[in-house]
């Protein structure tokens, strides 16, 4: 029995790997549990006694709870051989998880302080926000959240957000630019499917064209990744990218042209 603990939510980037990654292997039979944040479900005993740490998803196979989204996502490619969503040489499976791991330790928390410093400062209660920062045991989550809502666009983690995927879609932009359709080359990869909900929130907040802009190569990758059926499925979740009207869009538009300077300044004191 295959059960996936996950917020059916548009821009919970860990949940929506794991969910397109299934979609992706062509795997239906699995029992979803949803997961409501504001009722601070993942602090349920419950909950805990599957993920200790309080992060969602969480996939339980046959009884054994799998934790942390990309390997959860490895764990799902394993289930079946086809289709197969690594390479099969073993240096370009290497050279696959080490996009993956810069997905967990830069994109991740770049999207985080990013989609934290638009939508969730402009409307979250903080009353609801420090209830839940006495129960999160990440410390590290925890100091990021409080600093994007004392600062705003001047926290260092909005900075570290615009600096990190700047330097991830120029190197992106590199590696396409030989014209592959996929990041591993011909092979659609677990690359696609834990960066697609991180760049959706990006696009969803409406600030893909301060990295996009020139970077035809990207661009055109996004382009095909984003027309995917399984990534196009997150546009059914409320706040989808496809709603101009948004609390996502109207918070990131207001604060777009502010992102791009400070991004570009910052460029322009290591030139």
Same mark, same amino acid.
């Given at each position: 029995m295959l059960e996936l603990y996950y917020l059916k939510e548009a821009d919970s980037v860990c949940s929506n790997r794991a969910v397109i990654t299934l979609i992706e292997k062509g795997i239906a039979d699995w029992t979803p549990r949803y997961i409501h944040l504001l009722d601070e479900d993942h602090f349920d005993k419950e909950y805990l006694a599957i993920n200790p740490k309080a992060v969602v998803p969480t996939l339980v196979h046959d009884g054994n709870p799998? $934790? @942390?989204s990309s390997i959860i996502c490895d764990y799902?490619? @394993?289930?079946?051989?086809e289709p197969a969503l690594k390479p099969a040489g073993?240096?370009? $499976?290497?050279?696959?998880? @080490?996009?993956?791991? @810069?997905?967990?330790? &830069?994109?991740?928390?770049?999207?985080?302080?990013?989609n934290f410093v638009t939508r969730f400062r402009s409307t979250i209660d903080i009353g609801k926000l420090e209830s839940r920062w006495k129960k999160q045991p990440d410390l590290e989550k925890t100091l990021r959240q409080k600093s994007v809502i004392e600062y705003g666009m001047d926290s260092e983690w909005v900075l570290r957000g615009l600096v990190g995927w700047d330097r991830i879609f120029a190197k992106m932009e590199t590696a396409l630019s030989d014209s592959r359709p996929w990041i591993m080359g011909e092979q659609f990869t677990l690359v696609e499917s834990c960066?697609?909900?991180?760049?959706?929130?990006?696009?969803?907040?409406?600030?893909?064209? &301060?990295?996009f802009e020139f970077r035809p190569h990207v661009s055109r990758w996004w382009q095909? =990744?984003?027309? $995917?059926?399984?990534?196009?499925?997150?546009?059914?979740y409320e706040g989808h990218t496809a709603d101009p009207t948004s609390d996502h869009a109207r918070a990131g538009l207001a604060l777009v042209d502010e992102a791009?300077?400070? =991004?570009?300044?910052?460029?322009m004191s290591r030139a």
């Amino acid at each position: 029995m295959l059960e996936l603990y996950y917020l059916k939510e548009a821009d919970s980037v860990c949940s929506n790997r794991a969910v397109i990654t299934l979609i992706e292997k062509g795997i239906a039979d699995w029992t979803p549990r949803y997961i409501h944040l504001l009722d601070e479900d993942h602090f349920d005993k419950e909950y805990l006694a599957i993920n200790p740490k309080a992060v969602v998803p969480t996939l339980v196979h046959d009884g054994n709870p799998i $934790r @942390e989204s990309s390997i959860i996502c490895d764990y799902i490619d @394993e289930l079946k051989p086809e289709p197969a969503l690594k390479p099969a040489g073993l240096l370009q $499976r290497t050279y696959m998880r @080490e996009w993956i791991k @810069e997905s967990d330790e &830069v994109a991740f928390p770049g999207v985080a302080a990013l989609n934290f410093v638009t939508r969730f400062r402009s409307t979250i209660d903080i009353g609801k926000l420090e209830s839940r920062w006495k129960k999160q045991p990440d410390l590290e989550k925890t100091l990021r959240q409080k600093s994007v809502i004392e600062y705003g666009m001047d926290s260092e983690w909005v900075l570290r957000g615009l600096v990190g995927w700047d330097r991830i879609f120029a190197k992106m932009e590199t590696a396409l630019s030989d014209s592959r359709p996929w990041i591993m080359g011909e092979q659609f990869t677990l690359v696609e499917s834990c960066y697609a909900p991180l760049i959706k929130v990006l696009d969803m907040i409406k600030w893909l064209d &301060v990295w996009f802009e020139f970077r035809p190569h990207v661009s055109r990758w996004w382009q095909a =990744l984003g027309s $995917r059926p399984s990534v196009l499925g997150l546009d059914e979740y409320e706040g989808h990218t496809a709603d101009p009207t948004s609390d996502h869009a109207r918070a990131g538009l207001a604060l777009v042209d502010e992102a791009r300077d400070r =991004l570009a300044a910052y460029n322009m004191s290591r030139a």
